[in-house]
């Protein structure tokens, strides 16, 4: 009964790969999240979806693609992956509204070699 | 959203209540308190938010002061599973924009 779920927990890969993440939440939530934590522990805001529309971007790189195909899902999708992309990748999801909680999944450790 | 200060690190017995504070003297009017916390390589997890007035909930209570400049998180009978970083966040609740920006937070040892 996972309320936010991600895929792979675990992600080594070589260096100018593409890789792609994916997270579901079961909540109803219409509003999806990706956050970046990096080896410093400092976590930080990707994107957010809402409805299945790009609300935020956070001056991320291009090279970082998130597709919402319905509601409850949010993938990230990172081309020609480079060692600095190395970190912790949270999904969560909200209810939009003015003070509902986020719900963040367990994350995708990225290792780029 | 308004900066906060929060001391890096904290340590408190098991079962003693733990009280962590979170300073905001640049909060605005609309501007809502919200806790979080991260145990370990797990995802952060809401705790408590308030906007003046003190809240509890089956987690934690949340004291804010009158003139809304500070805040203290307490976890009333703390056990070792509450070990974990603690994020004191100051946003306005916005509509489809609802990032988090986290500082760094109080890291909290239980020690039992």
């Known amino acids: 009964d996972t309320a936010v779920s991600q895929t792979p927990k675990y992600l080594v890969t070589q260096m100018g790969n593409d890789k792609s993440i994916k997270c579901e939440q079961n909540?109803?939530?219409?509003?999806m999240y990706w956050y970046k934590q990096d080896s410093k522990k400092f976590l930080k805001i990707m994107f957010s979806?809402?409805?299945?529309?790009?609300?935020i971007n956070e001056t991320v790189p291009n090279r970082f693609s998130p597709k919402s195909p319905d509601k409850a899902h949010l993938n990230l999708h990172i081309n020609s992956l480079e060692l600095g992309d190395s970190a912790v990748y949270f999904c969560?999801?909200?209810?939009?509204?003015?003070?509902?909680?986020?719900?963040f999944g367990p994350g995708t450790r990225l290792t780029v070699l | 959203d308004a900066k906060t200060t929060q001391p890096p690190s904290m340590d408190c017995a098991e079962g003693r209540a733990a009280n962590l504070p979170c300073n905001h003297s640049?909060?605005?009017?609309?501007?809502?308190v919200y806790w979080y916390r991260q145990i370990h390589s797990q995802g952060p997890q809401y705790i408590i938010h308030?906007?003046?007035n003190n809240e509890t909930n089956e987690m934690a209570s949340l004291i804010i002061t009158e003139d809304r400049k500070s805040s203290t998180l307490i976890l009333p009978h703390a056990t070792l599973r509450d070990t974990a970083v603690y994020y004191c966040?100051?946003?306005?609740?916005?509509?489809?924009?609802?990032?988090?920006?986290f500082g760094t937070g109080t890291r909290l040892t239980i020690i039992p």
């Open positions: 969560a999801s909200s209810q939009a509204g003015a003070y509902n909680e986020q719900f």
């Open positions: 909540l109803g939530h219409d509003t």
């Open positions: 979806y809402n409805n299945k529309e790009l609300i």
């Open positions: 640049t909060i605005s009017g609309n501007e809502y």
């Open positions: 308030g906007l003046k």
């Open positions: 966040i100051v946003r306005v609740p916005n509509f489809g924009n609802e990032k988090l920006t």
